[in-house]
């Protein structure tokens, strides 16, 4: 055992929500910021009128860049009257969701796995999409003395040798994939449906604008009726919320 590696890797599994997550095939490690904003979100979704779903009808949700999976089985355990779709481009979490599924007794009926880069392979239209695209700028990857002093160490060594970085970096501003899924994402919502998307609201330097302000343009541009963001429970700006 590596001294550095994390101890969810270690061990095998972690917890989301209730859930138990195997990370066995590797997959980004749910974090609590994550934990936190989907909790919220699934919160919202059970009591909001009139876009719950009515008694009988089954509602449709999309975890797309979906890695271990965790955020849709989270849906699945706590709210009855949903299926999900997960969507991710990379064949290793696409097995990671399946061993997730059964390791979390979903039925075979309220799911389906799809190999997908973005929306490329997605066909339906969803009442909600929950997205943790990869969102850092790549310029955290190596960065200097300095800087890393200024960042504080935001990115531990255990994250860079061991987690899979393409789940981690967004090109050069970290908004290179959000780019992609906020340009097409509204084509694939129901009536009234609605995104929640996971974005980086650390402090922004001038490698990297602040992401929450250019989420903000990047909403108006493509189309979206309403944008709102919303803090984790470090008093960070962490997720948005569209329309």
């Avoid at 009855?80 to 997730?100: E, G, M, P, S």
């Avoid at 599924?101 to 339906?124: A, E, H, P, V, W």
């Avoid at 929950?130 to 531990?156: E, G, H, M, T, V």
């Avoid at 309403?226 to 984790?232: I, L, P, R, S, Y």
Wanted: charged share 30%.
């Amino acid at each position: 055992m590596n001294k550095d590696e994390p101890i969810e890797y270690v061990r095998g599994f972690t917890e989301f929500l209730g859930c138990k997550i195997d990370l066995s095939k590797k997959p980004l490690i749910p974090r609590p910021e994550t934990e936190f904003w989907v909790e919220q979100a699934i919160k919202e979704i059970k009591n909001r009128k009139p876009f719950g779903a009515p008694q009988g009808k089954i509602l449709h949700i999309l975890d797309i860049f979906a890695g271990s999976g965790c955020i849709g089985i989270a849906v699945l355990k706590h709210i009855k009257n949903y299926r999900v779709d997960f969507a991710d481009t990379d064949k290793n979490n696409l097995k990671q969701i399946k061993i997730n599924l059964k390791l979390n007794t979903i039925d075979k009926k309220r799911c389906k796995i799809i190999q997908s880069n973005i929306f490329k392979d997605i066909k339906n239209k969803y009442d909600y999409i929950f997205a943790n695209p990869p969102y850092i700028p790549d310029y955290r990857k190596n960065p200097s003395a300095r800087l890393r002093a200024i960042l504080r160490n935001i990115i531990q060594k255990s994250v860079l040798d061991f987690e899979p970085r393409k789940a981690l970096f967004g090109g050069a501003d970290g908004l290179f994939y959000i780019r992609k899924f906020l340009k097409t994402a509204k084509n694939y919502l129901n009536e009234n449906g609605k995104i929640f998307m996971e974005f980086d609201g650390s402090a922004s330097s001038p490698q990297a604008p602040p992401q929450k302000k250019e989420i903000g343009k990047l909403a108006k541009k493509f189309g979206y009726k309403t944008c709102e963001f919303h803090k984790d429970q470090y008093d960070k700006w962490r997720w948005a919320s569209l329309r």
